[in-house]
């Protein structure tokens, strides 16, 4: 009876320690998950003020949320947005490293890590980045587009144009990549196939579109691709609308410019021609003398010497604007025509 009594004491304690155990167990489970939805929270409300573009309240708010649980991604991808775009770039690489690590390596992030390396020029790691990702996920058109963007990188052209056709067979509607897939075949002079990528470009929506997922969209670069496809075709008339329209849509833009001073004095319009290049020496003479162009074609009568005179005086007193040409574009200058 007595070891009857004993047992059932003892076996009574016993529960009671589990119990005790448990209830432990549960209180700290309890507080991990009080954590939880006190960063997540936080995170939250840092993208929220990311998106309406307060960048130092939503510095804050990542901050406080890792702060909080340390183990977020979505609040170390939040703060590695943000610090980026305040141009504290290294940093961000360092808080985007993280939340890869946390998500055992999410394709999103992995992208956008690649992404930052690729505008750091640490090719090599953005290319590797998205190999990665791409092991994960071979549907995500941004990833294609960042290959080719990496290809394009290291001069593989090629590899580089066929990756932007597997992001655009996956999304038709790409206006990033549709204009890197022109400018691959505006270096490669296939005019056709230029205005038939562009065909379905809709400049509407590339602005809505852009995400930090991609490079930038210079403005009014469709239309100056286009208007450079349509020179080169001899179809005058529509190059020089085209050309028009991205000189109204970048007004940083010295290239259209000279495209249509070049064509105003073959057509014999003299004052236009006078326009167009002294728009295009108060925003970048430097760009101007370096494209050969006035040699070329200017010197060629006394109108345009007077027009450079004229110009290079306004020059002086401009605002100097410097152009959105860059060389690695590969777009034609009037001394550049093939």
Excluded at 170 to 196: C, F, M, S
Aim: a neutral charge.
């Amino acid at each position: 009876m007595f070891g009857r009594c004993l047992g059932a004491s003892l076996l009574a304690a016993a529960l009671t320690l589990v119990s005790l155990q448990l209830g432990c167990r549960s209180i700290v489970k309890f507080g991990e998950s009080r954590q939880s939805v006190a960063a997540r929270r936080l995170s939250r409300q840092g993208l929220k003020a990311a998106r309406q573009g307060d960048w130092t309240v939503a510095e804050d708010l990542f901050s406080k949320s890792l702060d909080v649980s340390n183990n977020n991604d979505a609040a170390h991808r939040g703060l590695a947005d943000t610090l980026w775009l305040r141009g504290r770039r290294n940093d961000a690489v360092v808080h985007l490293k993280k939340a890869v690590q946390l998500s055992a390596g999410d394709p999103k992030h992995l992208q956008r890590l690649g992404r930052m390396y690729l505008e750091l020029g640490r090719v090599d790691e953005a290319a590797r980045q998205c190999e990665i990702a791409l092991q994960s996920d071979r549907e995500w058109a941004a990833l294609w587009a960042l290959w080719g963007d990496c290809e394009t990188a290291q001069g593989r052209s090629d590899s580089a144009l066929a990756a932007y056709h597997r992001a655009l067979s996956l999304q038709p509607d790409y206006p990033y990549v549709q204009l890197q897939a022109a400018e691959i075949y505006h270096q490669h002079q296939r005019h056709d196939r230029l205005l038939a990528t562009l065909d379905r470009f809709n400049g509407a929506s590339s602005s809505a579109q852009l995400t930090q997922t991609d490079g930038g969209i210079i403005p009014g670069r469709a239309d100056l691709l286009r208007g450079l496809a349509y020179r080169e075709l001899g179809r005058g008339d529509e190059a020089n609308r085209y050309l028009i329209a991205a000189a109204e849509k970048n007004p940083a833009d010295v290239t259209a410019r000279l495209q249509l001073a070049a064509a105003s004095i073959s057509g014999g319009d003299s004052a236009a021609a006078q326009n167009w290049l002294a728009q295009a020496m108060r925003i970048d003479p430097e760009a101007v003398a370096a494209s050969g162009w006035v040699r070329s074609s200017i010197n060629q009568s006394e109108m345009a010497d007077n027009a450079v005179l004229s110009a290079l005086e306004d020059s002086a007193t401009g605002d100097g604007i410097r152009s959105a040409y860059q060389p690695v574009t590969g777009l034609a200058r009037p001394g550049d025509r093939r």
